[in-house]
């Protein structure tokens, strides 16, 4: 695919002009339209009349989220509401990630609130990007969820990688076969993450300011994959 690094350039260097580090989410997603990366769909809201408007174009459940470059680890502040299917529901959940991330940090500056579709089932998994001082640039890919935290399944290769490497990837996992048809469920589209994995490898060697950049989760479906969430951050 032609991937779009005027699109990316241009972003980072307005980042920059506003000495920051770290990018919003609406920011990560324009990254991830701008390199083929699927993310679902969803729009930044000012107001909760906004956020409602949002949810109710989009259908069926959404996630709220607070739009912050001063906050980085959303959840922690109280700044990530999911399940959301009426209009009291997403008004009320607007008005409490303000109220939240107000109280939490509150020198941040706010964007406003991501609204995004929910996306649910899936197999989670965790993709990204990173720097080390002797080798480079570093792909990385992982169970994501709580198996990051439970069984650090996580695997590297230096960039750039070709499709054989993110092959390796997916297949060298220890818990590789969660991946594979499960109960009667099909298995996950593992080619769908081989292509993630290499186009997070062309945005790293294309862009070394990017020091560091997490999707997780990385939902794998039997027909494709979709970036949930994620961070981006430049280097200082």
Do not use: W
């Not at 790293?204 to 950049?213: M, Y």
């Amino acid at each position: 695919m032609a991937y779009d690094k005027a699109a990316v350039r241009q972003l980072l260097d307005r980042v920059r002009a506003d000495k920051r580090d770290a990018l919003t989410a609406p920011e990560g997603k324009l990254i991830c339209d701008a390199y083929g990366i699927p993310v679902p769909q969803e729009g930044v809201a000012k107001s909760a009349a906004e956020a409602s408007a949002l949810a109710q174009k989009m259908g069926g459940p959404v996630v709220l989220k607070i739009v912050s470059p001063e906050i980085v680890h959303k959840t922690d502040v109280g700044g990530v509401i999911v399940g959301l299917e009426d209009d009291a529901a997403v008004r009320a959940a607007y008005a409490q990630i303000v109220r939240s991330a107000t109280t939490a940090v509150p020198d941040a500056t706010h964007h406003g609130v991501l609204v995004q579709r929910m996306v649910s089932g899936g197999r989670e998994t965790i993709a990204g990007v990173t720097r080390d001082p002797s080798f480079g640039a570093l792909v990385m890919f992982g169970l994501g969820g709580v198996f990051v935290e439970v069984l650090r399944d996580v695997v590297f290769r230096v960039a750039p990688i070709h499709r054989g490497d993110a092959a390796e990837m997916v297949r060298g996992l220890r818990g590789a076969r969660l991946l594979d048809a499960v109960r009667g469920s099909p298995p996950a589209d593992r080619s769908a993450l081989e292509l993630v994995l290499l186009r997070l490898a062309r945005l790293a060697t294309d862009f070394p300011q990017i020091s560091e950049l997490d999707i997780n989760p990385l939902l794998a479906f039997p027909d494709g994959a979709v970036a949930i969430d994620g961070r981006v951050l430049l280097r200082a």
